[in-house]
């Protein structure tokens, strides 16, 4: 079975702090994808990353990195410099490539990232 | 190249009463999902429409019903709604086959339906 666990539930810092966010996921699979969104409060998921479980390299774009450890089956998230426009809800998921069907998302439960001016 | 569209954005209804909300696919689009997500909880996945047809499902009981149109626009139908349905619907359009999603998944704004 799938699972994705995102820890915390809340975290706060100041802006131009560091910050990195939690996930770490349970698959049978060996080919699947993971997946980092955003959910500002206006609702609609922002797609932010994916990465197949072929690929652990880590990759940074602007202000945002990711580390994908396979042996650890965690993905985490990292945002640089933080800003007050990067408050929001972070979900990470996972999506199993095997088989037929919907390969819907998993998601966890999120993390709330507030960044105070 | 528009986004995705949901319509409305929000709707009360009372227990016992029957829903559709509307999801309008990003252009070239062919499938789409639908999630409900509760407060302060993640996306559940409801099921899935590719070309018309459903394509999987998640845990949710047989009153949580769909359509897709030939436009691949969506509707998603609950029946007899429950104190517990209250959640933000989400509709997420992607370009895929049958067997294979590209997961370029575009998610709309989302429905924010309260049952009273």
């Known amino acids: 079975a799938q699972k994705v666990t995102q820890a915390q539930t809340e975290i706060s810092v100041v802006e131009k702090e560091d910050v990195t966010l939690d996930c770490v996921y349970e698959?049978?699979?060996?080919?699947?994808?993971l997946f980092w969104y955003k959910q500002p409060p206006s609702g609609e998921l922002v797609f932010l990353i994916r990465r197949n479980s072929f690929d652990e390299q880590n990759e940074i774009s602007g202000r945002y990195s990711w580390n994908f450890q396979k042996s650890t089956s965690s993905f985490n998230f990292t945002i640089t410099a933080s800003q007050v426009v990067d408050s929001a809800v972070y979900f990470c998921?996972?999506?199993?490539?095997?088989?037929?069907?919907?390969?819907?998302?998993?998601f966890g439960t999120g993390t709330r990232l507030t960044v105070i001016p | 190249e528009t986004g995705v569209t949901q319509s409305p954005t929000h709707l009360i209804k009372t227990r016992g009463q029957q829903v559709t909300l509307r999801c309008s696919s990003q252009?070239?689009?062919?499938?789409v999902s639908w999630y409900q997500q509760a407060l302060g909880q993640g996306p559940q996945f409801i099921f899935q429409y590719y070309r018309e047809e459903e394509n999987g499902r998640g845990n949710f009981p047989p009153r949580f019903s769909g359509l897709q149109f030939p436009n691949y626009s969506s509707e998603l139908n609950v029946n007899a709604l429950e104190l517990d349905d209250s959640a933000l619907y989400l509709c997420a359009s992607s370009s895929s086959t049958r067997r294979h999603t590209n997961y370029g998944y575009t998610f709309g704004s989302g429905t924010r339906l309260t049952v009273v």
């Open positions: 698959t049978r699979d060996t080919t699947y994808y």
């Open positions: 252009s070239g689009h062919n499938t």
């Open positions: 998921a996972l999506s199993e490539a095997g088989g037929t069907g919907a390969n819907n998302l998993f």
